[in-house]
């Protein structure tokens, strides 16, 4: 005699909304089902290894999959541990029963752009989101008799005595009719349910079976266009999850070929990571560093994160809480028997262990980053190329927050031999007396190599870090310094090149010229900050230097930003060289002929302009100024 039972009452109205509600990704549920089925097989596989009467061939333990179009009915069943009729009662009498109030709250919330299947524990019953009506029959390796279980949703649901030869479970899902909403009847297609126990259910320990038909004629035989059909077993899965293999039997290229298949990349990858940690903390992880820039890497389209597996069923796509934004290029995925099939996004943003195994995924990466820098240079340079600039990102973003993370693994062109340098090497090939790590900001390499500024720098026996890319200098700024060795700009400040014999003549010969510096400040006005000799320059007649602070480079950036307002510029301080014929004549025009010191002191500083990449203010008055000069030199 059947027995006819309700839900509990919470349960009632939580199947009623799931049922009634609309979800973008239905099809969850056949990830749940055979999730379930395979927990049944791994119970029975352990049971009997721990009890002797339980007489079962481990080697044939299988799910499997059919389908019947005519009666629009898709059946799941394993040859598992099954149910007994009080687990009937309480396993598929309670839904949600690990997280009933979080999935209650969910959908309170729930409107038809929110998706909720996947992230709560709807289990079993996630199948009434697909089926009219559910059929469960079972056999329990502790019971003899055989149970129905059946329901139509939250009408309720009976359990009845039932006839089974073998233990195990069948479900049975009658697929609902299609709507102007809904198709359902791809859940009664093959190539549909392949698709989905390849995306969700790969990796599953079980062979998952469906019958396939093949063709099967004769060609020796006529035939009257009528095809002979024969069933044959296809196994869907392919069950072993490369990541669980031993690393010693797995070549490059088996790495390589998953990779590709796995994340549509033409080309391999430029670093595998495979990891594994067991203990407190137990994860597999498999990650990959491409080996070029994805095209729409740098645009808001690209979704970092990585996949999401526990015990080897698909959870998640990207899990973005996995990756800091530095490494978002990694592409990868994560296993852990720890996970929660049925994880949300809110749970993940709160997830220690997620944290930790973030960590972890963190410190490894950056390891083998090193690790390819100082192993396979032109490797590491290559790999430089494609995502250094997300790097030099990572080092400004959150206030420098990641800046010891990072800094190890950041290269700059330097001016010994125009070649990449990290700034562990940089700081190994600084002479003894060298405090400041030099470094010089501009729109190019060449552009950098010309500045008056760098020639005395360069002379000194010094290296200068050429900094071309326009995040570069705020990058400089947030690091400060790099082991107890502050960066200096050679265009900012004072270098403190000298002697002590040197800054003793500079100043002699500052005092002699004060005069005629406090005539040049008058001329420039506001447009600069202070007119001085010069202790950076050798050969050039003069150079603009800013004071500390906001630079020339941070300037012409911050200028090109849309939502700039008003524009903020560097202090400019105009310095003449000490050296050079230049201040003689300066000093002859300021005695003999001051009137021409006002022409003469804005061509100077316009000049200083051109040579830094700055805008003049008055270019038509530059050139009238030039014509001048020229004529009353001739």
Not at 442 to 471: F, H, M, N, T, W
Request: hydrophobic letters at 35%.
């Amino acid at each position: 005699m059947a027995e006819t039972m309700q839900f509990q009452a919470e349960s009632k109205r939580l199947l009623e909304l799931m049922i009634h509600s609309i979800y973008t990704h239905k099809e969850i549920f056949l990830r749940e089902l055979i999730s379930n089925a395979s927990d049944a097989l791994d119970k029975i596989y352990f049971f009997s290894l721990e009890d002797d009467s339980i007489l079962i061939d481990r080697t044939k333990l299988t799910i499997n999959i059919s389908i019947d179009k005519e009666n629009r009915t898709l059946t799941i069943s394993d040859n598992g541990i099954g149910m007994t009729k009080e687990e009937l009662r309480d396993n598929l009498g309670t839904i949600a029963k690990s997280g009933s109030l979080a999935f209650k709250q969910a959908l309170a919330k729930a409107s038809d752009e929110i998706d909720i299947i996947g992230q709560f524990g709807v289990g079993f019953y996630s199948a009434f989101m697909v089926s009219q009506h559910v059929t469960v029959i079972t056999k329990s390796v502790k019971e003899e008799a055989a149970y129905r279980f059946e329901s139509s949703g939250s009408d309720g649901f009976t359990i009845d005595e039932d006839q089974k030869d073998e233990i195990g479970t069948t479900i049975i899902c009658k697929i609902k009719e299609n709507n102007e909403d809904e198709n359902y009847d791809e859940f009664l297609e093959s190539y549909r349910i392949k698709s989905l126990v390849k995306q969700y259910s790969d990796y599953i320990r079980y062979p998952i079976q469906m019958l396939k038909d093949t063709d099967n004629e004769d060609e020796n035989e006529e035939t009257d266009n009528t095809d002979d059909t024969k069933q044959e077993i296809e196994t869907l899965n392919s069950m072993t999850p490369l990541w669980r293999k031993s690393k010693a039997d797995i070549t490059e290229e088996d790495y390589h070929k998953f990779y590709k298949d796995k994340f549509h990349d033409w080309e391999d990858p430029a670093k595998v990571i495979h990891m594994q940690a067991e203990g407190n903390l137990s994860y597999q992880a498999l990650l990959f560093i491409p080996g070029k820039t994805p095209f729409n890497f740098y645009s808001n389209e690209y979704e970092k994160g990585l996949q999401l597996y526990s015990k080897g069923v698909f959870i998640m796509e990207k899990a973005k809480e996995l990756l800091g934004d530095h490494f978002r290029f990694v592409r990868g995925l994560v296993d852990s028997p720890d996970f929660s099939l049925n994880i949300s996004r809110e749970i993940l943003q709160h997830d220690r262990q997620l944290k930790a195994i973030a960590s972890r995924l963190e410190k490894k990466i950056k390891s083998e980053l090193l690790s390819m820098l100082k192993m396979d240079r032109e490797a590491y340079e290559k790999f430089w190329k494609n995502f250094g600039m997300q790097i030099k990102y990572g080092i400004y973003q959150d206030f420098g927050a990641h800046r010891e993370l990072l800094e190890d693994l950041v290269l700059f062109t330097s001016s010994r031999d125009k070649k990449l340098i990290s700034l562990e090497e940089y700081v190994a090939r600084m002479p003894e007396d060298q405090k400041e790590i030099y470094f010089v900001a501009g729109d190019s390499i060449e552009k950098c190599e010309a500045l008056p500024q760098s020639e005395l720098v360069r002379d000194k026996g010094y290296e200068i870090l050429y900094l071309v890319d326009d995040i570069d200098e705020f990058v400089i700024q947030i690091m400060h310094m790099y082991k107890e060795k502050p960066f200096k700009s050679i265009n900012q400040g004072d270098l403190d090149l000298l002697n002590e014999d040197e800054k003793s003549e500079i100043q002699k010969k500052s005092e002699e010229s004060k005069d005629l510096f406090v005539s040049i400040k008058e001329a420039l006005g506001d447009s600069v900050e202070d007119v001085r000799l010069s202790t950076r320059l050798k050969s050039h007649p003069v150079c603009l230097v800013s004071a500390e602070g906001l630079s020339f480079e941070m300037e012409k950036v911050l200028a090109q930003m849309p939502d700039a307002g008003e524009k903020m510029k560097a202090k400019r301080i105009l310095e003449i060289n000490p050296e050079h014929p230049l201040l003689q004549t300066l000093r002859r025009v300021h005695s003999a002929r001051p009137e021409k010191l006002h022409d003469i002191a804005w061509l100077l500083y316009d000049q200083a302009c051109l040579m830094e990449g700055l805008p003049i203010e008055d270019p038509m008055g530059f050139s009238k100024k030039l014509a001048q000069l020229m004529i009353d030199a001739f």
